[in-house]
């Protein structure tokens, strides 16, 4: 046997009590702040909200802008926006939902009837609303996995269906009109009533009034008395929904739904059901807001949510979703929905003539649209 | 990126230019929030009407209508025009509770609304000063007092909406005002099958010399067709609410007698001068101001058939 010896290094002191230094890896290249900002999908549309929000800070009377203002323009924008985070979950998913508006109609005339024809309390009327929608929406579902039509096909088919139904179902419920009125009255009072219309932290908004802090009417009552229930309902929405799509596994079948599903599949997730559930969702969410705008007008009739569905589906293409599936993010269509907002009721606030008002409209978007598509493809390096 | 950057900062400086001189103006300002939309011909000729009064009344006037009948937006519509402290509120009011809070707002904002088209019977409960616009039963009698002074004795009224409240009251004034009997048929919105139905009664019931439509287009001109039709042309009167270019035709022609013109540009025309004047010395009209019936016989349809092409009747 020979020994080999091992030569020996020479040991410094400065070896001995120095810790080694971190090895940079020159094959990985730090982002900075602003490139890591910029690839989040939501950028576009924040960038889209500026752009509004300057072009109305230089042509709209300055009272747009107050509290009340603002309060004015985020209500039809929260109604939208559930709507439109809903629809940008299924869109994610790969997923078109056309029947959203028709449904707000139908669960509306649903919840009307429960109230008055059948009696039944506000909390069980709510359930039962909920839960036929809820229904409707997994056939929706149904349909589309076991027939592998376009999604698209089948719920613009329902959106006629659901559309008919609500006239007939009015007409016969009403006995013969196409408006349903006095549910706020049956409604009544109560807990439930607080959550689901009117206004919230009314007390903390007439405490700021009684000190001044909110502009005050001629006869002494607040311009504001509250922040409406749906924004309320919008902001928990769209938070509940980035927070399952970041950070849970359903969030990440959903994102692998839509980015390919056959690949999906085989890795183990349950497409099928995601989709249902996804189908489902917007239908609950067509439903809530039906709830909610019934319970604050007091009446419902064959025209609500009326082309809401293209809104809803705008709004979330301009937060960021692809139309093609597994891009996109709630926290988008949330800006995306205040844009529409924003820019349907700011027009009123301009001295604008009312006739190019669909021009605006569509002009706004489509800059909005095309500003985020161009984003997107300088920070992904698309080409 | 650069060029793009350019582009739009040219872009928001032209828009800035453009629109810099148009807010210096201080007059009074009027805002009419209504149901119609801005391509359906009634309303069109309405916004003329709110148009002329404000060149002539020299006020600033701006229509406002959701895109579609959407009584949640034409709530927040109302909200919008209230937050802007105008001179004055215009309004229509076809569902009360949907838009009774907002109408409220804008009362304790102090700003005076006038309702004008529909809501006659809320109009004062929430607190307008006013309303402009052809009420449904009077209308209904002077068109039927009208035919009954032609020499009519058996009527027939053809309501294609029952329910619609409007309407039910179009065929009740009717009744009064004819004084003769009067038999409601209830048809559907489908102009094929009020043209069926009309022949179908005129043959069940010979005695029958009044037709009264509802509606110009959906049901007057497939009721002329089908008095025609049914070989009557002579021996039985059609009238019809509301005005349409082929009515107004068949009215020149001596194949109608007449058509209940509700004169929905002074719906337009009138609340802004009152409005205007009201912010100007603080008159306002003691009551309603009916904008029709206007009977539009033979004689005047010449005039009506060339101002219904200017968008005026």
Not at chain 1, 29 to 43: I, N
Request: hydrophobic share 50%.
């Amino acid at each position: 046997m020979v020994e080999i010896s091992q030569p020996t290094a020479p040991v410094g002191p400065a070896d001995a009590v120095a810790s080694p230094k971190p090895v940079q890896d020159e094959r990985l290249r730090e982002a900075s702040l602003l490139t890591k900002a910029m690839r989040r999908p939501e950028l576009g549309a924040l960038a889209g909200l500026v752009l509004v929000t300057i072009f109305f800070l230089s042509t709209a009377d300055s009272s747009m802008f107050t509290l009340a203002g603002m309060m004015n323009i985020l209500t039809p924008a929260s109604q939208l926006g559930i709507l439109a985070v809903a629809a940008a979950l299924l869109m994610i998913g790969g997923e078109f939902d056309l029947s959203i508006g028709s449904m707000v109609a139908f669960a509306g005339l649903i919840f009307g009837a429960f109230l008055l024809l059948t009696g039944w309390p506000l909390p069980l009327a709510i359930a039962a609303t909920l839960v036929v929608a809820a229904l409707l929406g997994g056939l929706n579902g149904q349909i589309v996995i076991r027939t592998r039509l376009p999604s698209f096909i089948v719920t613009l088919a329902f959106l006629f269906i659901l559309r008919g139904l609500s006239l007939v179902g009015l007409k016969w419920a009403s006995g013969g009109s196409t408006q349903m009125r006095g549910i706020g009255d049956q409604a009544g009072e109560g807990v439930v009533r607080e959550i689901f219309s009117g206004n919230a932290l009314e007390g903390l908004f007439a405490w700021l009034a009684s000190h001044d802090v909110i502009a005050k009417f001629p006869n002494g009552t607040p311009t504001v008395t509250g922040v409406p229930v749906s924004i309320v309902w919008f902001i928990l929405f769209a938070l509940v929904a980035t927070w399952i799509l970041l950070r849970t596994r359903a969030g990440n079948w959903i994102f692998a739904a839509g980015g390919d599903a056959n690949a999906a599949r085989n890795s183990g997730v349950p497409v099928d059901r995601v989709k249902t559930g996804l189908f489902m969702l917007t239908a609950c969410a067509a439903a809530l807001v039906a709830i909610l705008t019934v319970l604050d007008a007091g009446s419902t009739d064959a025209r609500r949510g009326f082309q809401k569905e293209f809104e809803a589906i705008i709004a979330a293409v301009i937060g960021g979703c692809l139309l093609t599936g597994g891009y996109g993010s709630a926290i988008g269509a949330f800006f995306g929905a205040i844009i529409f907002g924003m820019v349907s009721i700011g027009l009123t606030y301009t001295r604008f003539d009312s006739d190019w008002f669909q021009v605006f409209l569509g002009a706004m978007l489509l800059l909005a649209v095309l500003f985020n598509n161009f984003i997107r493809r300088k920070v992904t390096g698309e080409r | 990126m650069k060029s793009l950057i350019t582009g739009l900062a040219a872009a928001a400086a032209l828009t800035l230019a453009a629109v810099a001189p148009a807010s210096a103006q201080q007059n009074s300002r009027i805002i009419v929030v209504s149901h119609g939309q801005a391509n359906d011909p009634f309303w069109s000729v309405v916004k003329n009407g709110v148009t002329a009064a404000g060149q002539d009344m020299k006020v600033q006037v701006d229509y406002r209508a959701p895109e579609t009948f959407d009584m949640v937006a034409m709530g927040q519509l109302i909200d919008a025009a209230v937050n802007q402290k105008p001179a004055g509120l215009i309004v229509s009011i076809p569902d009360a509770s949907a838009l009774g809070p907002a109408i409220q707002k804008a009362v304790s904002a102090g700003i005076p609304v006038v309702s004008m088209n529909s809501g006659s019977d809320v109009s004062k409960k929430l607190g307008a000063l006013l309303h402009v616009g052809q009420d449904e039963l009077d209308a209904g009698k002077a068109a039927g007092a009208k035919l009954k002074e032609m020499g009519g004795k058996v009527g027939l009224c053809v309501n294609h909406e029952v329910g619609n409240v409007s309407l039910d009251l179009r065929c009740k004034g009717f009744t009064e005002g004819f004084g003769g009997k009067v038999t409601v048929l209830p048809v559907s919105n489908d102009p094929a099958d009020i043209r069926a139905k009309v022949k179908a009664a005129l043959a069940s019931d010979t005695s029958i010399d009044t037709v009264m439509a509802l509606g110009a287009s959906l049901a007057g001109e497939p009721t002329v067709a089908a008095v025609k039709e049914a070989g009557k042309g002579g021996a039985v009167r059609v009238a019809s609410f509301d005005l349409s270019a082929n009515f107004l035709k068949a009215v020149s022609a001596g194949e109608a007698a007449f058509a209940v013109d509700q004169q929905q540009y002074l719906q337009g025309y009138l609340p802004v001068a009152f409005l205007a004047l009201n912010a100007k010395y603080g008159l306002i009209p003691g009551g309603n101001v009916p904008s029709g019936p206007n009977l539009i016989t033979k004689e005047k349809a010449a005039q009506v058939v060339d101002l219904s092409a200017k968008g005026i009747r």
